[in-house]
């Protein structure tokens, strides 16, 4: 089955730092990825989508500047937090959608990123 | 808009009672429909989909759910429950050829033993 991975895996920071978190499919092309964050005992919530070598699209209320995102190829996405407090600490996930008819509704979700920013 | 609703926050079951989890949505049309599955601290496993077609889908790890358009309900059921089912259960809805989806607040289920 398809494979998304992220890196890093959990990530602890100092406020003001920025931090990039990578998602990679393995074993298929994703035209189009989608990060979500979510916090302890809530629901994901949509972030932002990307598409390979185009601007990202923002949920509202997700500010663009703090969360940059970059899919500069069909098998990577990166979304940096810059300049990290406090309350950006969350769980990051990223999910990749292939082409093809038959999976173009299927996400494919990666293990999370754990951020805590001090 | 789309939107999911999971009425139930958290369910308690005993270990080889059966489940259901219930997800209602919101949706002008047919929506394609997901149950996922995340255990702590991990990603989102799907554990099966509605795109067309029979409207009881069967899942991986014995799960089932049943389309019913009628109750714009898409419920999921497993006939017998394992100790290592307890996890945080999320029904979600994507509208077709959009690629999103928006998910449900999720239900956590504790199995007792």
């Known amino acids: 089955g398809a494979v998304v991975s992220q890196h890093p895996s959990w990530v602890i920071c100092k406020s003001g730092t920025s931090v990039k978190i990578e998602c990679r499919s393995l074993?298929?092309?994703?035209?189009?990825m989608f990060w979500y964050r979510q916090f302890p005992k809530q629901s994901l919530m949509l972030m932002a989508t990307?598409?390979?070598?185009?601007?990202?699209?923002?949920e509202q209320g997700v500010e663009k500047d703090k969360f940059l995102i970059n899919h500069a190829s069909l098998t990577l996405s990166t979304l940096t937090v810059t300049s990290a407090h406090p309350e950006d600490s969350s769980f990051y996930i990223c999910?990749?959608?292939?082409?093809?008819?038959?999976?173009?509704?299927?996400?494919?979700f990666g293990p999370g990123t754990r951020l805590t920013v001090l | 808009a789309q939107s999911v609703t999971q009425p139930d926050i958290h369910i308690t079951v005993s270990e080889g009672a059966s489940l259901e989890l219930r997800c209602n949505y919101s949706?002008?049309?047919?929506?394609?429909l997901f149950w996922y599955v995340q255990s702590p601290g991990q990603g989102l496993q799907l554990l099966l989909k509605?795109?067309?077609?029979?409207?009881l889908v069967q899942g991986i790890k014995g799960f089932e759910a049943e389309f019913k358009r009628s109750q714009s309900s898409f419920n999921l059921r497993k006939p017998s429950v394992h100790w290592s089912d307890a996890a945080e259960y999320f029904c979600?809805?994507?509208?077709?050829?959009?690629?999103?989806?928006?998910f449900g607040d999720g239900t956590t289920l504790t199995v007792k033993p």
């Open positions: 999910s990749a959608r292939g082409g093809g008819a038959s999976s173009y509704n299927e996400q494919f």
């Open positions: 074993d298929f092309q994703a035209t189009t």
């Open positions: 990307s598409n390979e070598g185009s601007k990202a699209t923002y």
């Open positions: 949706y002008g049309a047919t929506p394609y």
């Open positions: 509605y795109f067309s077609g029979d409207t």
């Open positions: 979600a809805v994507g509208a077709p050829n959009a690629g999103k989806s928006t």
